[in-house]
């Protein structure tokens, strides 16, 4: 199991990879390096899209329309989105502040949706969290 992570702050960074490695034992966690040149080459089991405003918008919408079956979590500061959200029909939209036991239930039932919860696909020639 894989998932992916966007965003620019290193501890949330962070305290996401750990709740997803808690709640999947069997998952390797990628970061995007934000570098203006987005991967949409691979289908994550979860993307988790931490970014505010436009660029989060933008990502959400790109990977949900590139990969159908990919669990996506947005979490922005902007409840505007939400409707985009929901039209995308992505599996979670969470306003900031939040809560981290809430993103922890949210990532608990997105991973026991994931067909690949129990399947540890490691790929070594993938570029690896930063």
């Known amino acids: ?13 962070d305290n996401i990879k750990r709740l997803l490695e808690a709640e999947s034992s069997v998952i390797d966690v990628y970061r995007d390096p934000l570098n203006g040149h987005n991967h949409f080459e691979y289908e994550y089991d979860i993307v988790i899209v931490a970014l505010n405003g436009a660029q989060g918008m933008e990502l959400v919408l790109e990977y949900s329309r590139r990969f159908d079956d990919t669990h996506i979590i947005w979490i922005t ?7 985009t959200a929901i039209r995308r029909h992505i599996y979670d939209f969470i306003e900031r502040p939040y809560d981290s036991e809430k993103l922890r239930s949210v990532v608990r039932e997105a991973v026991q949706l994931c067909p690949n919860r129990n399947v540890w696909k490691h790929n070594a020639n993938r570029r690896k969290a930063q």
């Open 77 to 83: 500061d902007d409840p505007y989105f939400a409707g």
């Open 1 to 13: 199991m894989e998932a992916l992570i966007f965003t620019r702050d290193n501890n949330e960074y």
